[in-house]
């Protein structure tokens, strides 16, 4: 082959290649805005279980991009970006369905001098002027004329392959002026175009629908309970220091505080709902555990209690983290944490097995505990349920887009929100199962049967005999079934929160860690008008550390307890927990 036929074939082949980047690059497809207005922006969208792909994409307030991603896989949808974390999208997934299936246009925004020119110079400007600006295209600097895109991936049902239902930019809120010549809900009318066409639409559509954040797309009430049902809430007060007593050996110098069980009576309003079932606390330098009392001028902080059970009831995470396997196989199957092998993950999130001295014996026994960093509480319901919420570390913070109120939704840029900076804290759930807290069967005594005597009368013992055997035998059958149901229900609940470290923001742990100094407080006195009003803040917690006896000693002494050896990559020197948060 010669020299000139190589070069016309490599010739040929660079033509060829670039007519087929010309092609394959993305085009804005032509349309003929005259004859949709009044139509449904997506014809062939009409099924919304045929959606199995979902992508919300938008630039947060620093211009980063911010994409949400949702994945039916097995039947159950998942999220990607959270080690797919199972999505609560039934009723999302609805919202967003009912707001793009049949969303017809109202107007053009902006009449074109010819509509099929799709590569008009004026596009990057007009689209600018809505905020329909593509949020994913890596070219446009221009944050604040972002829109947020919206698309939906489906499964053709005759082809079997995958295909692009939608592909929508949702851009600006219009201005009343113009809203005014519109026949609909003008409160969310918004600028939109189809991705990769150069029209701008109007219609009536609520971009709050269309949320980013992780915590809008997961089950709302985590530990699928209802305030009505707890019966009491245990506290177990301690504090902790980690130490390094060897190269390869840590220690836990434990500051046992107290122990506080709350009862709480649904059917009660006001301070009656709460009464303090039993105060343990620690004593001397054998750190005697015995029972304390509070004083005639102390009581229950019913507000703090109250504020736990009111975020208990819709308990908000903002992020999750996966355990290792086997550390989530072994909690799955609720082995005993004498069973569970030490886990890195564990020590850096806050949690740690440590042989712990057993308060309830006399003896010198101990047990294998699962530590956190900033103590636990346990909520005990009335079935035997009972939930521990043990605090761990801090894990960074978060910017989060703080929700935007009624008067704020129209505003013409909805991707400039207002943010907040929060700190996260790691939680660890795990549920137990205790019988002891299920009402006890009324059993009540048979009477004996004469076997002389009127027969009439007899007979009527016997009948009676017979009832309250059938009563017995129902209160039995009704323990025996709370019994089977409680244990399924913690085998559910064990697999539910096996796999995972939540994420809760530092005001949601305000709200539900409770301490000694937090749930008993200083009563308020009657009031004086002599007095100055601003020396007693009835809401305040009482402090330990300023004046305040309770009659209760509070030896700061240590029960010394340790951790098995470990090896942590990159953790050396000197162990300490991380600062409390500045109040």
Known sequence: MTEKSKTLIFLLLAVVLLVLAWYSKPQIRPVRVD??????????????????????????????????????????????????????????????????????????????????????????ELHKTYGVLDPTDENVLFNEHTGVKVTLVGTNKETKIDETLVELIIGKAVEPAENNQLDSNVSVNRYVRIAGQLPVYIVNIDIDRFSTQFDRWIEKNLLDIHSLDIAEIFVDDYSLELQATSERTLGVALNNIADLTIAYNSNETGDKKWSLKKFMGYRGAQREYYEKSINANEELNVEALDGLVNSINNLKIVNVTKKPAKLAESLRNSESFAKIKLDDSLFKAGFYLASVPDKNSKESKESIKLLASRGDIQLRMKDGICYNLRFGNLTGTQTVNKEKDEADKNKDNDNDNSTTMTENRYLFINADFDESIIPPADIQPLPEIPTTGDQAAIDTIKK????????????????????????????????????????????????????????????????????????????????????????????????????????????????????????
């Open 464 to 583: 009676e005999r017979e009832a309250k055997e059938k009563s017995n035998l129902r209160e039995q059958e009704r323990i025996t079934k709370a019994i089977e149901s409680g244990k399924a229900r913690v085998k559910k609940l064990s697999a539910r929160f096996a796999d995972w470290y939540y994420v809760i923001s530092e005001d949601v742990y305000k709200k539900i860690h409770l301490t000694e100094a937090t749930i008993i407080r200083t009563k308020t006195p009657p009031t004086n008008p002599n007095t100055n009003p601003n020396t007693t803040n009835p809401l305040s917690p009482h402090n330990h550390d300023h004046n305040h006896d309770h009659n209760h000693d509070h030896d700061h002494d240590h029960d010394h307890v340790n951790l098995p050896e470990i090896n942590l990559p990159g953790v050396s020197g000197e162990f300490k927990l991380p600062p409390e948060p500045t109040k």
């Open 35 to 124: 004859e949709i207005i009044g139509k449904a922006l997506f014809e062939k969208f009409t099924d919304p279980l045929a959606v199995k792909h979902l992508e919300i994409a938008r630039r947060g307030a620093t211009g980063d991009k911010e994409e949400f991603r949702i994945i039916e896989k097995d039947g159950s949808w998942r999220i990607p970006s959270h080690d797919n974390y199972p999505a609560d999208a039934k009723d999302q997934m609805g919202l967003i369905a009912d707001a793009l299936i049949g969303l017809k246009v109202l107007d053009v925004a902006e009449k074109m001098t010819d509509n099929t020119n799709t590569q008009s110079a004026n596009a990057a």
